[in-house]
């Protein structure tokens, strides 16, 4: 009898062990396609300031990285500027690397489900790979510049892509997508800067980064376990926006059944959304999209128009050192923050935005009024600039996904993912006058 028992028991427990072991493949799989995405992009714009330092030998406008952007070389001599003022503003480099990310999240979403998974994961790791190898054999500026528009395109089209690939799979993978995408920032700097320090030349070190978009395809076509749903190849027929509740309940063996929703017979019409009915979808992630933009405008504007400005003289870092750890500590606020998910969830979105404005604002009159006592208060604010501005990104797509239909799901969240980069090309455009006012005091 005992052992009748025990035998019975076994497919259970195994089918127990099998979802838990499917749970945490796919959360590794998301965390390592989040790294990739925004790795290659972090990693390949410092290495494209390395070579166009050398391809024109003292040319000193505006560098190329999103990680160190700046590159003072104990000040700037010729500016008599009371800030310290590189000569163009960081921001001029933000535009050119968000522009094209922008373009592709505007328009992408309304045609990119002609295109399946499998295809557009490959596009954007060929993308990331030449950009690479672009910029380690560029010979010409525009060959570098081409480069970072490669690695803009991979990194747009990629997130808005793995994002609308969530729907498919148990909406705890946001929480490693996340996290990988706010490890990304911190990993691609430190390994860059250390493979460099060694003696590396930046051209063998973008060599040896050509593994990230093989890491990618790793990550996509072995390690994630999809439902037979995905349309990973062809188009689904009948076109369908979303894995069902029931496919996914399967899919995570039955651990989320208390967070799915049920969906009547009019959410689960099969053929494709309208643009009428994408346009009206669109309009209900307004409240979503104005939050995270916002964030993103504020935080942007604070790393590209004021992070520079920010200079204390008679502090024992130099001018550089001081920019590089204000932008590694956002960083890491950002990591934080992007992997808190699992332990804590924030729905009041607008609050975050408020905070992130109240941050702007504070700094703004700090750079204006010089009234901060010393770098290691504007370190503080800058990590908890990153905490905000992940916590708002991980938070949003999360309640989208919980709270959007199933058929909308996946469209709104490609959709929703054009909030983040249009508040930094707004960060951008606004910067510019801003850095230029405080450059001629």
Known sequence: ?????????????????????????????FWLLGLCNNFAYVVMLSAAHDILKKQESGNTTAPTSATSAVDFQGGNSSNSSRYDCNPVSTAAVLLADILPTLIIKLFAP???HKLPYGIRVLFCAIMAAASFLLVSFSSAVWMSILGVIFASVSSGLGELSFLSLTVFFSRDVLGGWGSGTGGAGVAGALLYSGLTQIGLSPQITLLIMLVVPFAMLISYFLLLLPPPSLPQWKSRE????AVSSEERRRLVDGTEEEEQEKST???????????TEKLCIIKGLLRFVFPLGLVYFAEYFINQGLMELLYFPNFFL??????????????????????????????????????????AVLLLFAVRYQFMPSAW???TIVLYEGLLGGAAYVNTF?????????????FAMAAASVGDSLGIALAGLTAFPVHRYFCSL
């Not at 204000?326 to 606020?333: A, D, H, M, S």
Request: glycine letters at 4%; aromatic letters at 12%; a neutral charge.
């Open 238 to 241: 009948p076109e369908y926006a």
């Open 318 to 359: 130099s001018h550089a050192e001081q920019y590089r750890w204000y932008q590694t500590l956002y960083q890491v606020g950002v990591l934080v923050s992007r992997s808190s998910l699992c332990c804590v969830k924030i729905r009041k979105l607008w609050a975050l935005s408020l905070l992130q404005v109240v941050n």
């Open 398 to 410: 999360y309640f989208i996904s919980k709270e959007t239909e199933d058929r909308q799901r996946e």
């Open 1 to 29: 009898m005992e052992q009748a028992a025990s035998v019975n028991a076994d497919p259970v427990q195994r089918s127990d062990s099998n979802g838990c072991c499917t749970q945490w493949r796919n959360w590794a799989g």
């Open 377 to 379: 208060l504007v370190f």
């Open 265 to 275: 017979p009019e959410d689960r019409t099969t053929g494709p959304l309208t643009f």
């Open 110 to 112: 309304f045609v990119i």
